[in-house]
């Protein structure tokens, strides 16, 4: 069965950028028609869909964090990755790396890893 | 965006009762790609329902999804204990992805 592993620093610096790694675990990164994202939670607080990369490596962004976002895939570790740059108090959130396939909603959730912006 | 407003903000039940949870959307949705997840305390989003109606795997058949264009509904027929949770709607056929702010459901 599919899972997904959440791991970075779970404290980051105003104005620097967060680095998350989702680690997949019993399938293929590479699959066929699987898309691969980042949400998040601040605490207390409803979701939101960061980006997400294809299979083929076309990517998605949300426009309100775009400029600010980078997201790729490593398959030699099936792994991939989030990059958010200059980030703010307001990026304190629980961030999670999620899977869809095809035309599917996002049904596959990492547990989730929590980051906190603060000096 | 698309903006999915749920309503109520919370609602207040016993065990045993029928919650019905409503989601709107601000424009009609693409073929229905309107999705419920579950989430609870320190838990990830839990996917329920997907295309509007589809049961995801493993979901029990007390919890039933319909609509179509902007109004969408959730119905779980009868709420177990493990039920009380908040809920949220997502629509996934136009980017940006977005959720609605979520229902609690809450023991009465």
């Known amino acids: 069965q599919l899972q997904l592993q959440e791991s970075g620093p779970g404290l980051v610096k105003p104005s620097e950028t967060l680095s998350l790694t989702c680690t997949v675990s019993?399938?293929?990164?590479?699959?066929?028609?699987?898309?691969w994202g980042w949400m998040r939670q601040p605490p207390g607080k409803g979701l939101e869909w960061i980006a997400s990369?294809?299979?083929?490596?076309?990517?998605y962004f949300n426009p309100s964090l775009k400029s600010r976002v980078t997201i790729s895939v490593d398959t030699s570790k099936n792994q991939f990755s989030l990059k958010l740059s200059s980030v703010t108090a307001a990026d304190t959130a629980l961030f999670y790396c999620?899977?869809?396939?095809?035309?599917?909603?996002?049904?596959?959730w990492g547990q989730g890893t929590m980051v906190t912006v603060s000096s | 965006e698309i903006v999915l407003t749920q309503s109520p903000g919370t609602l207040s039940l016993s065990p045993g009762e029928r919650a019905t949870l409503s989601c709107r959307a601000s424009?009609?949705?693409?073929?229905?790609?309107l999705a419920w997840f579950q989430q609870k305390p320190g838990q990830a989003p839990r996917l329920l329902i997907y295309?509007?109606?589809n049961r995801a795997t493993g979901i029990p058949d007390r919890f039933s999804g319909s609509g179509s264009g902007t109004d969408f509904t959730l119905t779980i027929s009868r709420l177990e204990p493990e039920d009380f949770a908040v809920y949220y709607c997502?629509?996934?056929?136009?980017?940006?992805?977005?959720f609605g702010g979520g229902t609690k459901v809450e023991i009465k």
């Open positions: 999620v899977r869809s396939v095809g035309d599917r909603p996002y049904d596959i």
């Open positions: 019993g399938g293929s990164i590479s699959s066929s028609s699987h898309y």
């Open positions: 990369i294809s299979y083929s490596g076309t990517t």
């Open positions: 424009q009609s949705l693409r073929s229905s790609y």
């Open positions: 295309g509007a109606s």
């Open positions: 997502q629509q996934y056929g136009i980017s940006p992805l977005t």
